[in-house]
Structure formats: C-alpha cells, structure tokens
C-alpha cells in the first residue's frame, strides 16, 4: 500500500544522509525544495475523493452457496483524472474465509468527466441480509508520492436465501404425486374421497367402490376410482427455540429443518394443496398465509432467507395457540421440532390434544448422524463408553417418538440429508389413506 503525506517523503529521501537533515518539514524543505514541490504538486493533481459521485446496481439475492455481483459505479466529475484503489467493505460472512482481500480491492482509473464500473463478487457463508458498509477511495497523483483518501455511503443489501439442496428430490415425489393423482398409465386405489372415474372390477377391490348404477347399464361390474383430495390445507411450523440452533454438521438443525420443508411446500402446492408457514419460539417470526401456488416457495424462501434459531426456550403453549389460529379449519400441521426427551414431555405432550383433535399432525425431527457413527464404534474403551451414549441417546429418541405416535402423531426422524424426502414421503402416505 502506498505511503501518505510526510511518510512518502521520508521514504523518497530515504537516501540523503540522516545528518544533513531535519527530520522536521523545515529540514526536508531546506535539503530538498525539489522534491517537496514535486510532492505538493502530486497532491495537487491527485483527483478528489469526496466529489465523487458513487452508485449500485446488480443482484439483490442469491442462494447460500452461490455468488452475487454487485456493480459499484464510479463518477468522476473533477478536471483531474482519478487514479484510485478503492475497497468496497461487507460483513465478513459475505465471503468466504480468506477470499475478502483480493475481492473487495479494486484499481481503476476514470478520466475527468466520466464514469467506471467495478464488480465485487460475494460468496455469503451465512444466511440473511448483507448490507454493504463503505467504500474507501484512495486517489493517487501522478507520481504517486501523495495520496487524498476519504469514504462514501452507498448502501445496497443482498439477501442470502436458503440452498434448497432438496430439489433434486423433487421429480420422483412429482411422479409418484401423478401416480396417485390418476395422470399416469399406474392405476392406483386411491383412498380419497374425490371421484375420478370408472373401471372395471378385478378381485381384491373393496365392494363399497361398485357403482350398480352404472354396472346395470353394461355388462361388466364397474367400480369407482378415486383420487386425493385437493385444495388441502398444510401449515409448516418452525421451532425457532434453543434447540433448533444445535449444529449437525456444519448447519444448525434450523437449516436442515428448512430444507425439508422447502420441499414439502413445493410438493403440497404442485398438488394443489394450499401451503403456509409459521415460525415460532416465544412469539412469532414468521407467518406467511393466503400465497397462491406459483408464489408459495418463492415467499417461503424469502421469509426464511432472515430466520434465526433463538437461544430461549420454545413456548409450547404459545406454539399451539398461534398454530390453531393460524388453521381455522382441519388441516396437516407439520411441526418441524426436536425430539428431546425433556422439551417434547414437558412441553408439547401437555398440550398435543388441542392440536390432535381438530387436525392431523406430522412431526419431523433432524437426527444427527454422528450418534449412529459413534453407536457403532468400537476397538477401545473410549469408543465403548461413546457408543452406549449413544445407544442411549437414541432410545430416549425412540421412546419419545412412541409417546407421540400413542397420540395419533405422525413421527418422522432422519438425518439432514434423508429428512426432505422421508418427510415428503410422509405427506404423499397421507394423501394415499385419505388422512388429508
């Protein structure tokens, strides 16, 4: 980086001898006016910083993972050319670890009376909203001894949206979706209660489907077949509380749970179900209701994109409250929570009636994979010792899930990678039976 003001002369005359010289402005004047004017001069023509007029433009999301281009615009409305390195400052967690210094530093050079562009590339390591901090402009004279520096505010924010690592689960649950919705060359016995048309009977159907209407009409027995129910109602509950900021893996077990549920809400929509979300600790974080089906994961995706796990203990009481306000009317509550023994028993079971008797409910949990790994370690005692914690952990984990199962719950627990597709396939068991 080059030296300012007094620095940058010192370092110019650095081979005069120390004696002749004081170290004072007076001294450097008197052994060398040269040099002193040609610095002055340099100051003179460097262009200046704080009229300079600065501007964005570019993306304003991107998903975790990936990058977004940021275009700051330069003008320079001075008589001076600008010969300039500029930094373009962002939280740390706009990039990622280690990358910030060569990409948020720029040179340009911008010829009196017009304008350049430069592009910063962020990479969020992190979820939510980036906002920009400032721009650090330092303007260089011609011989490059003096330097005019100053700052300016050009505020621009970029939403960081959850990766929906999921999605390619999304084609087979859509397949297997059309399977049951009739619109496949698979003849499935739907359960539902919506008819879709007639067919022949073939042993093994259930004698209540015949229609003896139209059997009298033709020769053969004719049965009725069936399809899911459409336009059901599916809420998506969020446990915001302590233990969803626990980390599986690299995540916390809020971003796993997310995950999940982006895919559930794009299955249920593409089956015509209507789709809202409620996030909730000790209050409300989140609650989007009414989007129609082309607008729902866009919307759930945004509203998630600034979601974070709360250090506070999970109000269960409150949770159940707000989640029967939020679904008037029978629905599919999906309550994407812990199974911890303490918060499940202590919490949720009290107050699970209230939920079980106007609704069906589905509960989905993210396992850790490392307790499976440590169950089956062995070799030496510590292995030993880590894998009955972990047999325990994961009986304790079982036993909760009974307790649930005992009040007509729903249970699903797996690992952040297997728990969109097992919570998907949940979903589609429950169009199958006609428990939506």
Not at 30 to 52: I, T
Not at 258 to 267: H, K, R, V, Y
Not at 350 to 374: E, G, I, K, Y
Request: hydrophobic fraction near 40%; charge should be positive.
């Amino acid at each position: 980086m080059a030296l300012t003001g007094r620095a940058a002369l010192i370092a110019a005359l650095g081979s005069v001898p120390i004696g002749i010289w004081d170290p004072g402005w007076t001294g450097i004047l008197a052994v060398n006016a040269p040099l002193a004017a040609a610095c002055a001069c340099d100051f003179a023509l460097a262009a200046p910083v704080r009229r300079l007029l600065l501007s964005r433009s570019g993306d304003t999301s991107a998903r975790l993972g990936e990058t977004a281009d940021v275009t700051l615009t330069v003008t320079n409305p001075s008589s001076r050319p600008l010969r300039a390195r500029l930094r373009d400052a962002w939280p740390p967690s706009s990039w990622q670890p280690g990358t910030e210094t060569v990409a948020s530093r720029h040179s340009l050079t911008v010829p009196p009376g017009e304008r350049r562009r430069v592009t910063t590339r962020l990479r969020p390591s992190r979820r939510g909203d980036r906002e920009a901090d400032r721009v650090t402009i330092r303007s260089y004279g011609p011989l490059g001894l003096f330097t005019r520096q100053g700052t300016h505010r050009v505020p621009w924010t970029v939403r960081v949206l959850p990766p929906f690592t999921s999605r390619k689960h999304l084609p087979s649950k859509l397949s297997r979706l059309r399977e049951l919705d009739g619109r496949t060359s698979v003849l499935t016995r739907g359960e539902g209660t919506e008819f879709d048309s007639l067919r022949e009977y073939v042993p093994g159907d259930d004698t209540r489907s015949i229609d003896w209407r139209a059997t009298a009409r033709q020769s053969t027995v004719a049965v009725r077949t069936w399809r899911p129910e459409r336009d059901r109602h599916i809420l998506l509950v969020l446990d915001t509380g302590r233990t969803s900021a626990g980390r599986v893996g690299d995540a916390p077990r809020l971003d796993a749970s997310m995950d999940a549920a982006l895919l559930l809400a794009a299955l249920a929509s593409r089956a015509g179900d209507r789709v809202d979300l409620l996030a909730y600790d000790r209050r409300v974080r989140a609650l989007l209701q009414g989007r129609t089906a082309g607008d729902v994961l866009p919307s759930l995706v945004n509203a998630m994109a600034t979601l974070e796990p709360e250090l506070v203990e999970t109000d269960a009481r409150g949770l159940t409250a707000t989640a029967l306000r939020s679904a008037p009317r029978r629905s599919l509550i999906v309550l994407l929570t812990t199974l911890d023994a303490a918060p499940i028993e202590e919490g949720l079971l009290p107050v699970l009636p209230q939920l079980t008797q106007r609704h069906t409910v589905l509960v989905a949990s993210v396992a850790d994979p490392h307790v499976s790994t440590m169950a089956e370690a062995r070799g030496h005692t510590d292995a030993v010792y880590e894998a009955a914690a972990a047999a325990q952990a994961q009986s304790e984990r079982r036993r909760t899930a009974d307790q649930l199962r005992r009040h007509g719950v729903t249970v699903v627990d797996a690992t952040p990678d297997e728990l969109p597709p097992a919570l998907a396939d949940a979903y589609l068991e429950l169009k199958t039976a006609g428990r939506l």
